[in-house]
């Protein structure tokens, strides 16, 4: 099971910071990572994180902008996501997965950002 928050409503150039909480799987052996479906759009895949930490993703649009970060103690994965944009409105699912977007992966409910003046 994964639960996400967070999620709100901030103005552009703002900050947000997303936490998932994982249970039910062996957190620790599991690519974990955040996508996001925008109005009217498909599943975007936004960030990834390895097992270990070490190894990260993030779509181009995000870069230098987002960071991901996991603790395996805790079982949480967290966005931190600075200087936000229009563009960024959407909802974010927390997922399993290198993708996070197959199939296969599992996603949470999701929690809603909204960036507007």
């Known amino acids: 099971q994964l639960v996400e928050s967070g999620g709100g409503l901030a103005q552009p150039g703002g900050s947000l910071r997303l936490s998932c909480a994982a249970s039910g799987f062996d957190f620790g052996m599991y690519w974990m990572g955040w996508v996001r479906q925008a109005p009217g759009k498909g599943l975007e895949r936004v960030s990834n994180?390895?097992?270990?930490?070490?190894?990260?993703y993030y779509v181009d649009s995000v870069k230098g902008r987002f960071t991901i970060s996991r603790d395996n103690a805790k079982k949480t994965v967290d966005l931190q996501m600075n200087s936000l944009k229009s563009e960024d409105t959407a909802l974010y699912y927390c997922a399993t997965g290198f993708y996070g977007t197959a199939p296969s992966d599992v996603r949470g409910q999701g929690t809603q950002v909204t960036i507007s003046s």
């Open positions: 994180i390895g097992p270990d930490g070490t190894r990260v």
